[in-house]
Nanobody, 123 residues
Framework: QVQLVESGGGLVQPGGSLRLSCAAS????????MGWYRQAPGKQRELVATITSGGSTNYADSVKGRFTISRDNDKNTVYLQMNSLKPEDTAVYYCNADISAVVGIGFRRNDYWGQGTQVTVSS
């Protein structure tokens, strides 16, 4: 079994910062791309940022210059540093990872999601 566990959400004032973490655990053979998505009330889930196993990054236009995604491959962990937070950043943030898990004598590649962590930006 593979699990993604997120941490670091919370309440912050506009202009503040938060750092989200997401650790993958279980019978992991390899991790390909990892990323963060978010879903605000009444809206569809949207991409925030992604990072490949080689470190190439991609950001939503709405967070460019304010958020930074990074990963520690030794720890199977992805991070999202969020600066200059705005009320419109309020959402549940979900970690996503493209993981090849060990299954028997082989492996199976699947998309995995974390349980989500709430980020609220409000004064």
């Amino acid at each position: 079994q593979v699990q993604l566990v997120e941490s670091g959400g919370g309440l912050v004032q506009p202009g503040g910062s938060l750092r989200l973490s997401c650790a993958a655990s279980g019978s992991i053979f390899s991790i390909n791309a990892m990323g963060w998505y978010r879903q605000a009330p009444g809206k569809q889930r949207e991409l925030v940022a992604t990072i490949t196993s080689g470190g190439s990054t991609n950001y939503a236009d709405s967070v460019k210059g304010r958020f930074t995604i990074s990963r520690d491959n030794d720890k199977n962990t992805v991070y999202l540093q969020m600066n200059s937070l705005k009320p419109e950043d309020t959402a549940v943030y979900y970690c996503n990872a493209d993981i090849s898990a060990v299954v028997g004598i082989g492996f199976r590649r699947n998309d995995y999601w974390g349980q989500g962590t709430q980020v609220t930006v409000s004064s």
